[in-house]
């Protein structure tokens, strides 16, 4: 699995943009890069997930690098629900994966009203 | 639907103690996880099944066995509880159709302290 590097912890202000890095430099090509958030006392829920392309959906953006050795989620508006912590997990596609993704310790984002 | 189901979600076990978490869900996926989390930690995969009769060890399965005779059920066993199991389970489940590139759903939890 690659390895994945995030910041322990980010702060921001309620209604501003946040953008959560990701370092991935050992991701194959073949690797898909999935964020997944964790609210307190909760189970993961996923966020958002991608390859080459950026992509965007009704919770966040993810932006990928060029030579995705690195991405970005994109918050657009925090608010206070988006304080949680949050996963950036590489995933290999195909073979004998079978969906299971490896969470590392993430980065714990707190919203400031 | 209810999405992914876990019981109980609390318990307390003494050292050597057995018990089965249990996980259900109702969305026909074929594959389902086990995790557990230790405070202040990510999630290390205990065990996993691709469909019903079939299962295969994650990255943390000493301890612990499981099951899966239906599509639905994924039960977690522990037997002879130690206080390094006491953690936070976590079940979840994924569609077939997109084993790698689809979402994992997640039940909500179950904390077990071994005393």
């Known amino acids: 699995d690659a390895k994945t590097t995030q910041p322990n912890s980010m702060e921001s202000n309620e209604e501003e943009p946040v953008h959560l890095p990701c370092n991935h430099s050992?991701?194959?090509?073949?690797?898909?890069i999935h964020w997944y958030r964790q609210l307190p006392s909760q189970g993961p829920e996923y966020v958002i997930h991608?390859?080459?392309s950026n992509v965007n959906n009704r919770m966040a953006s993810l932006a990928i690098a060029e030579d995705r050795k690195s991405s970005t989620l994109i918050l657009h508006r925090a608010t206070l629900r988006d304080a949680a912590v949050y996963y950036c997990?590489?995933?290999?596609?195909?073979?004998?994966?079978?969906?299971?993704?490896?969470f590392g310790q993430g980065t714990i984002l707190t919203v400031h009203p | 639907n209810a999405g992914v189901t876990q019981t109980p979600k609390f318990r307390i076990l003494k050292i050597g103690q057995s018990m089965t978490l249990q996980c259900a869900q109702d969305?026909?996926?074929?594959?389902m996880y086990w995790y557990r989390q230790d405070p202040g930690m990510g999630l290390k995969l205990i065990y996993y099944?691709?469909?019903?009769?079939?299962?295969d060890k994650g990255e943390v399965p000493n301890g612990y066995n499981v099951s899966r005779s239906t599509t639905e059920d994924f039960p977690l066993r522990l037997e002879l509880a130690a206080p390094s199991q006491t953690s936070v389970y976590f079940c979840?489940?994924?569609?077939?159709?997109?084993?790698?590139?689809?979402?994992?759903?997640f039940g909500e939890g179950s904390r077990l302290t071994v005393l």
């Open positions: 997990i590489p995933s290999r596609a195909g073979g004998t994966s079978y969906g299971k993704l490896t």
């Open positions: 979840a489940s994924s569609p077939r159709d997109t084993p790698n590139t689809g979402e994992l759903f």
């Open positions: 050992t991701i194959s090509g073949t690797d898909y």
């Open positions: 969305m026909n996926h074929n594959y």
């Open positions: 991608g390859l080459t």
């Open positions: 099944s691709v469909g019903a009769g079939i299962t």
